[in-house]
């Protein structure tokens, strides 16, 4: 039987862009888990930070479907489903295949290891896209080639490093995205643009990140609130870009507790955060364009308003495209 390694390996990559954004501190991560026969027992992601990681969840779901055992679906934390794995597997998956974009974790930190997890139950063969370069949790290749796994290395590298990128960033640095939303005409005016579902997702982007920059113009016309209220979530900080520092306090973002705004007319202040989102037009993409890492675009099925995303000599890679409720969302970097 002829196996297409990446058809599994893209699975997994589609299901991990779909958090990408919301996991922060730690990185998106996609598993398939495939039978000895090419069947497909599951295919999941890493949804948040302190949760089960992609492995987990996707072992989860292949125990589950193999059994039947309803039991492991009441199971939440991570410890609490790696316990339960090890105790009931019955070398369940002693030949299946697992495909992971992120070589899995060899150390126990808000979650087990999910290389010694792997390594416990047997598992035949591991295909892994990118290393993990995170001192604390590297190494998880190496505890599986200890207990008679097979790993293979670097499927689909490219894709899965791209993925993992804003993860890296925030081990040395920062990581800057762009975030706009616009009509099939290119319009960001006149009024409400995205689907409730991708507005919800948004909330959840800034439920995790540490500041959120938009420009004064924005901020009086549209007299936005900035928060994660759609998710429970909490508020980012905030900075605006303005050359004047005199705002009308009534508008909302203003009034928003646990969150300090600042008036500044450059972007030094993003400096000192980790997970920055970018929200804007045309103009804040200009003044933004050299410390944005990737870009985040809403397309939502409808015309309308006036005033058009407008740049010019600019091409893009779209790193991943999907369809959320009515719009389409790219996650896209600059060539």
Not at 51 to 79: F, G, Q, R
Not at 83 to 88: A, D, F, G, K, V
Not at 178 to 204: E, M
Request: hydrophobic content about 35%; charged content about 25%; overall charge neutral.
């Amino acid at each position: 039987m002829v196996i297409d390694h990446k058809f599994y390996m893209n699975l997994a990559l589609k299901e991990a862009w779909k958090y990408q954004g919301l996991t922060y501190p730690n990185p998106a991560v996609g598993c398939t888990v495939v039978s000895e026969y090419g069947e497909i027992l599951s295919v999941e992601a890493h949804h948040k930070a302190g949760e089960p990681h992609a492995e987990v969840n996707a072992l989860k779901s292949a125990y589950h479907k193999l059994t039947k055992d309803n039991e492991i679906l009441s199971l939440e934390s991570s410890v609490d489903i790696h316990s339960y794995l090890i105790n009931n597997h019955k070398d369940i998956f002693k030949n299946i295949t697992i495909y992971t974009t992120l070589e899995p974790c060899s150390h126990f930190g808000k979650t087990p290891s999910c290389a010694s997890l792997i390594a416990n139950l047997g598992v035949k063969k591991v295909f892994v896209g990118s290393y993990d370069t995170n001192k604390i949790a590297k190494n998880g290749n190496v505890i599986l080639s200890e207990n008679s796994i097979e790993v293979h290395c670097e499927l689909m590298k490219k894709e899965c490093d791209d993925l993992l990128y804003p993860f890296e960033k925030f081990l040395d640095d920062k990581f800057v995205f762009f975030k706009w939303a616009q009509r099939l005409n290119a319009t960001t005016d006149n009024g409400t643009i995205s689907s409730k579902a991708s507005r919800k997702s948004v909330h959840a982007m800034r439920d995790v990140c540490d500041l959120l920059v938009i420009g004064g113009n924005t901020v009086r016309v549209d007299r936005p609130r900035l928060d994660a209220r759609l998710v429970n979530g909490k508020a980012p900080d905030i900075l605006i870009l303005s050359r004047t520092k005199e705002f009308d306090k009534s508008i909302p973002l203003f009034s928003v507790e646990d969150r300090t705004v600042y008036i500044e007319d450059n972007l030094s202040r993003v400096k000192k955060y980790k997970n920055i989102m970018i929200e804007g037009t045309s103009k804040m993409y200009e003044l933004t364009h050299d410390i944005v890492d990737y870009y985040l675009l809403y397309l939502a099925p409808s015309f309308g308003g006036s005033n058009t995303f407008d740049i010019k000599d600019e091409k893009f890679d779209i790193l991943n495209i999907e369809k959320e409720d009515k719009d389409i969302i790219m996650w896209m970097k600059r060539i």
